[in-house]
């Protein structure tokens, strides 16, 4: 059994890994571009490095192991015509990124960006219009792992949480869940839009120019997902006219953000270079995962955790 890794992992995990799976080749490449991919049995990827090229010289490809929760980049129905196994981390984000969404709101909410400016400027100054969290509401746009975490978090701040998924499926940490059909009706109670959807066919293009005209103008809006769920020029247009107060956007429809884009400059957007699940521990987490599922997956067992259903793409 090969199994090619293209991403970097410490020393110690490497010999871990060998250790734990004495009857496994392991190949450290970070690359899936040498002759290792040939004969792999299993690559443990990011994700997009995973093209209808490689797949064609992948011949003994069984599983990929995504070490991301978005596989919107691989060729998902090439992927499903050979039945090669796809997993992910789906989880581990959890609580680096619902801790950077409440670091962003904390830090807004209490004017932590003006006080690091004033003390550049060394001057005594209080006139800052902080406010609370407490009995404010947030309308998290995909209330899975990670939503629910934001929600559990924003929960101890006496924040009121509405979750909103495709069925209205009850979520937990969510004081109400909602379908993408009543998003619009309940936008205007909303102090925070939180999206963290992954990218499908259903959630592409789903926010438009008149769900940021349902916002409160005071309404702080956040993107932890993915870029493509809305029209990016749509949002520039809402921030500039002030439909909105604040934009923290942490994912983009092109990355890296071109130098030209408006989301720079805008005086009430954060740009964030998608860094939110970046965390010391995201690898060891991740491959606590992959380990599991390779003993499952030598032992010809099933039952993998965070199998990813190719149709609907996530």
Known sequence: MDVLFTFKIAERQKAELIQQFPTCTFHFKRTASGEEVNFADVIVTYGGNINHELLARAERLKWIMVASAGIEKMPLEALEERKILVTNVRGIHKTPMAESVLGHILALKRSIPEIYAIQETKEWKGDFHSTELRDST???????????????????????????????????????????????????????????????????????????MAMKDSAIYLNFGRGDVLNEAELIEALKEKRIH????????????????????????????HVSSKSWKYIERALIIFQENLEKFLKKEGNFCNVVNLKQGY
């Open 246 to 273: 604040h934009a923290v956007l942490d994912v983009f429809q092109t990355e890296p953000l071109p130098e030209d884009s408006e989301f720079w400059t805008l005086p009430n957007c954060t740009v964030s270079p």
């Open 138 to 212: 947030a309308l998290i746009l995909g209330p899975g792992s990670i939503g629910g975490e934001i929600g559990r978090l924003l929960q101890a701040f006496g924040v009121r949480t509405v979750g909103c998924n495709r069925s209205g499926r009850k979520a937990d940490y969510m004081d109400e869940t909602i379908t993408f059909g009543q998003l619009k009706a309940e936008l205007p109670q909303a102090d925070f839009v939180i999206s963290v959807l992954p990218s499908t066919p259903e959630t592409t293009g789903l926010l438009t120019a008149e769900h940021f």
